[in-house]
């Protein structure tokens, strides 16, 4: 079991996402940087859908009442244990009573911490994600507060496996992290510089030059973002001319743009359904890059195909699943 002691700005217990509900108008929520949450649960040997916390920017301080084998994916927030560093991307035992901080973020704005068995809340229509605006799921429904305790559920062969590996050679630390992590080529925060990007459908209605801008001009993610959607400030986007539309589906990385000509882009959070013109589609594989954007930030747009973006996701998903034999072998 864990407890809060502070929570951090947004701290919220979420897994895969709540998919099914839509046509009822419940969003799928679930976790912003899908891939990081993923690899930080195979790193302790659980599935991938398991429920972690999500941390955002200020992260909490949390302390571990018995033994746990945890991982830190995602960004880089300054993550200690009892004041020392901790790295992210690789399996870490803990031992009881011991105390995870976070400090200054470095790179990134979201971390995901992921423990063996998986944290221990009800399901609640398929899913564990904490749906905050209807307050369900997760923990009571809603982010994380001081003095919550939260236990996780029995862990598997494999976890067990890890955790008698690292505590044979803790001796008199509170902590061993393996000496090896998952990051290299799969996922590199600092490697992107600009997010791939399919037209939307009603890219055509754009004026060439609103076409040829959201291309070429950088956009700024501004204050006004949070898990339902990024708003973004740039060069303004201007239909050739006013068009009435029905309101249709939307997805995980959908980019609208209403009448005022500044591009909002749909996450996690998002409703069931838009209005507004459609101009892009983000590529799956480059969510979590944008899911780690914090205000501020620029981002830059690419064009790629709908085949190129299926490509770059097979094989994200072959590394992926690379990792989960390769975590398998490590500890066989």
């Not at 399996?91 to 990134?108: D, E, H, Q, Y």
């Not at 990385?253 to 013109?277: C, F, H, K, M």
Request: with cysteine.
């Amino acid at each position: 079991m864990i407890t809060i002691i502070k929570p951090g700005i947004l701290t919220s217990i979420q897994d895969l996402g709540r998919y099914g509900f839509q046509k009822y108008g419940v969003i799928a929520s679930g976790a912003m940087d899908q891939s990081a949450h993923r690899i930080a649960n195979l790193l302790v040997g659980n599935e991938e859908n398991a429920a972690t916390l999500e941390i955002t920017l200020l992260g909490p301080a949390i302390a571990f009442n018995e033994d746990a084998l945890i991982s830190i994916c995602g960004g880089d927030l300054s993550a200690t244990i009892n004041g020392q560093a901790v790295r992210r991307w690789r399996p870490v035992f803990v031992r009881g009573g011991s105390t995870l901080k976070f400090g200054p973020g470095k790179a990134g704005c979201r971390a995901y911490i992921a423990v063996a068995g998986g944290f221990d809340v009800p399901v609640v229509m398929n899913s564990k994600s904490t749906y905050l605006r209807a307050e369900i799921g997760g923990f009571s429904g809603r982010a994380l507060k001081e003095g919550d305790q939260i236990a996780w559920s029995s862990h598997g062969n494999l976890s067990g496996i890890m955790i008698k590996h690292l505590k044979s050679n803790l001796k008199d630390h509170f902590f061993m992290e393996c000496d090896w992590s998952a990051a290299g080529d799969l996922i590199d925060y600092t490697s992107r510089r600009s997010i791939r990007v399919m037209e939307g459908r009603q890219f055509e209605l754009f004026t060439k030059g609103s076409q040829e801008k959201f291309f070429s001009e950088p956009f700024t993610v501004t204050s006004e973002s949070d898990r339902m959607g990024y708003r973004l400030k740039g060069p303004l986007l201007t239909m050739e001319k006013a068009e009435e539309m029905i309101s249709e589906a939307v997805s995980f990385g959908t980019i609208q743009v209403p009448s005022e000509g500044n591009p909002i882009v749909l996450l996690a959070d998002r409703q069931t359904t838009g209005g507004y013109p459609k101009i892009g589609q983000i590529a799956a594989v480059d969510l979590p890059y944008l899911a780690q954007a914090k205000p501020g930030d620029r981002v830059y747009f690419t064009k790629v195909t709908l085949d190129e973006a299926q490509s770059l996701y097979l094989e994200q998903e072959t590394k992926i699943k690379q990792l989960k034999i390769g975590v398998s072998l490590k500890f066989r």
